[in-house]
T-cell receptor, first 112, second 115 residues
Framework: EAQVTQNPRYLITVTGKKLTVTCSQN?????MSWYRQDPGLGLRQIYY???????DKGDVPEGYKVSRKEKRNFPLILESPSPNQTSLYFC???????????FGSGTRLTVV | AQKVTQAQTEISVVEKEDVTLDCVYE???????LFWYKQPPSGELVFLIR??????QNEISGRYSWNFQKSTSSFNFTITASQVVDSAVYFC????????????FGGGTRLMVKP
């Protein structure tokens, strides 16, 4: 089944403790992206990648890192999480810019 | 810069009513793509439709229809004979050719369909 898999689905962590949210797609898509969803602010793009080793900042990249060493994986790294990064995170992939993104199921992160 | 505005934050209808969700976009690019996504209470984002800027033909898919008008920069979504299962948050999104891989979402419209 074609899908984008994110892990974990839920995560509660403490301020400053590094964490990684994994994202993997099995559709051989070139484009991958991370979004965060916050009440009243909708979905905002954090980082995106157009292919292996090619990444760029979205609207809200501060406090996040990404890497794209393999085509299928695009992990989101929070080196020192803070409470304002408490949010619902989505990973997505697409074969080209004209197609809709396929989204993962989301990761609900709480930083206390 | 590109922008998507969904002026209706919340709509409440009674089952079997028709409802239209508005979407207005801004972009300077002549080549762009518009999308609608549905986010049911379970939280996942479900792709509904895409339309490119060169295709103004309206589309109907079952109870869903989309009206794309470049003259007013709008891409509205109508649900005919709404059902309780249509209750969700609906997002309109824009991806312009010159904006790289940036997919810009509107703020979403929460649709509540009451029995």
């Amino acid at each position: 089944e074609a899908q984008v898999t994110q892990n974990p689905r839920y995560l509660i962590t403490v301020t400053g403790k590094k964490l990684t949210v994994t994202c993997s797609q099995n559709m051989n898509h070139e484009y991958m992206s991370w979004y965060r969803q916050d009440p009243g602010l909708g979905l905002r793009q954090i980082y995106y990648s157009m292919n292996v080793e090619v990444t760029d900042k979205g609207d809200v990249p501060e406090g996040y890192k990404v890497s794209r060493k393999e085509k299928r994986n695009f992990p989101l790294i929070l080196e020192s999480p803070s409470p304002n990064q408490t949010s619902l995170y989505f990973c997505a992939s697409s074969s080209d810019r004209g197609r809709g993104y396929t989204f993962g199921s989301g990761t609900r992160l709480t930083v206390v | 810069a590109q922008k998507v505005t969904q002026a209706q934050t919340e709509i409440s209808v009674v089952e079997k009513e028709d409802v239209t969700l508005d979407c207005v976009y801004e972009t300077r690019d002549t080549t762009y793509y518009l999308f609608w996504y549905k986010q049911p209470p379970s939280g996942e984002l479900v792709f509904l439709i895409r339309r490119n800027s060169f295709d103004e033909q309206n589309e109907i898919s079952g109870r869903y229809s989309w009206n794309f008008q470049k003259s007013t920069s709008s891409f509205n979504f109508t649900i005919t004979a709404s059902q309780v299962v249509d209750s969700a948050v609906y997002f309109c999104a824009l991806r312009a050719n010159n904006a790289g891989n940036m997919l810009t979402f509107g703020g979403g419209t929460r649709l509540m369909v009451k029995p």
